[in-house]
């Protein structure tokens, strides 16, 4: 298979090696059709896709020249001649459905596959990964020899908008564990693994955008400050830092009870006098369950508000985590163990996490309102900071 060597630089990029900058002696590009190298000379465009043999000769060229785009500039890495078969890093054909490839970790725990989701069908779906329906997926297989925290990420060409999904069970929606969508970063997500449990990760495109990538997984030993709830920890937020809710041990820093539940922290709200509380979800109950948010078991936060007349009440909410935001004229649960509160005006949730949230409705003075701050599923919780205003 030949490969665009903008697809190449991709993956020398992953590899971190890639330290010389491109010759521009000569230009290559007056014979063959292909992605002609950076070499002199009317080269017949028959390259080897070796990175560093001076032009990078990419396609099957049409030209009659004799020149072979040996130009002086180095391409590639350090000016030598590894090609990705030196790296380690070998093109993987695509597999469409479950069980799907299978991932072959290293002694490290550490594995790189380069593949693509071109030409496949979809298959899969999620929770996760807003407008992945009609996008072509694949799916990768992997069974950790040893339990620790598990990172899988992902780069991905221009042009292709990916997200991954972590699956127990191949193909199954319910069996969803952890979602990594589009950051700038890429796709990105960390588990909790245990030895011989068989995985399942699906790479989808959102818009029904496909693409060549490369699917990074490194199982590493559980430490408090990796991002993920291992055993023996109440918390993880990414960091090892106290006063976030999750302390330095990561366990829960104890959040004021008398606030966990309706009506929690009571504001009163004017026109001139908007309220903006930073805090977090970290150790408080899931007690709510607003209608955009369809994943039980996130920590939630909940504040009443009192305008001080009538006009249009906007809560904007920032968050560390995926975060969902409502507004509710009641705080009344139908019956126990209900946790969807009658009354709900509206509900938001972005389409990645980290988007920022802002719900907006009318309200009546003398009457009360509350919000609530929620997590999306099970595994969103930490700090956010939102402001309530009202206006005429």
């Given at each position: 298979m ?25 230009d290559g590009?007056?014979a063959?059709?292909?992605t ?5 000379g ?6 080897d ?7 990078n ?5 049409n ?10 500039g180095d ?5 030598g001649?590894?090609?990705?078969e030196?790296?380690g ?6 597999v ?14 550490r ?13 899969y779906?999620s ?9 072509p ?13 598990l ?5 991905t ?6 997200v991954i ?6 193909g ?6 952890a979602c990594?969508?589009?950051s ?6 960390s ?7 068989q ?8 818009d029904?955008?496909?693409g ?14 990796d ?9 993880d937020?990414?960091d ?7 302390d330095?041990r ?22 001139d006098s ?13 007690d ?7 994943i ?5 936060r909940?504040f009443a ?9 906007t809560?904007?909410?920032?968050a ?8 509710y ?6 019956e ?8 709900e ?10 988007d920022?949230e ?8 003398g009457?009360?309102y509350?919000?609530v701050?929620?997590g999306f ?11 309530v205003?009202?206006?005429?």
């Open positions: 030949r490969i665009p060597v903008a697809h190449l630089l991709i993956a020398l990029l992953l590899a971190g090696n890639l330290a010389c900058e491109l010759g521009d002696d000569g590009l007056d063959g059709t292909g002609a190298g950076d070499g002199a009317n080269g017949d465009g028959d390259g896709m070796v990175a560093g043999s001076g032009g000769d990419g396609g099957p060229g030209g009659d020249g004799d020149g072979d785009g040996d130009g002086d391409s590639g890495l350090d000016g001649s590894e090609t990705l030196d790296l890093l070998d093109w993987s054909e695509p469409d459905t479950c069980p799907g490839h299978a991932i072959a970790p290293d002694d490290d725990g594995a790189a596959v380069w593949t693509e989701t071109f030409g496949l069908d979809d298959d779906g929770y996760c990964g807003a407008g992945t329906d009609g996008s997926d694949s799916v990768h297989t992997l069974t950790p020899d040893k339990s620790g925290t990172t899988v990420s992902l780069l060409e221009p042009g292709f908008d990916a999904y972590l699956q127990d069970g191949c199954d929606r319910r069996a969803v564990r990594g969508e589009p700038e970063e890429g796709p990105k997500l588990v909790q693994v245990e030895a011989g449990a995985l399942f990760i699906v790479v989808d495109g959102r029904s955008t496909s060549q990538y490369i699917l990074n997984t490194e199982l590493s030993a559980p430490r408090c400050g991002g993920v709830i291992n055993d023996g920890e109440q918390c937020l990414g090892d830092v106290a006063g976030d809710g999750c330095e990561c366990q829960f820093e104890p959040p004021d009870a008398d606030v966990d539940v309706c009506p929690g922290d009571t504001l009163s709200l004017s026109a908007p309220q903006t509380f930073g805090g977090f979800t970290v150790g408080y109950g899931d709510y369950q607003p209608r955009c948010a369809p039980a078991g996130g920590p939630d909940v508000f009192n305008p001080s007349s009538s006009g249009t009440l809560a904007t909410l920032s560390s985590f995926d975060a969902v935001l409502a507004v004229e009641s705080c009344v649960i139908p126990p163990g209900d946790e969807r509160l009658v009354g005006l509206t509900c938001s949730d972005g389409p990645q996490p980290g920022v802002v719900a907006r409705v009318s309200v009546a003075g009457a009360q509350f919000v701050v929620d599923d099970a595994s969103a919780a930490g700090t956010f900071e939102l402001e205003t009202l206006s005429p």
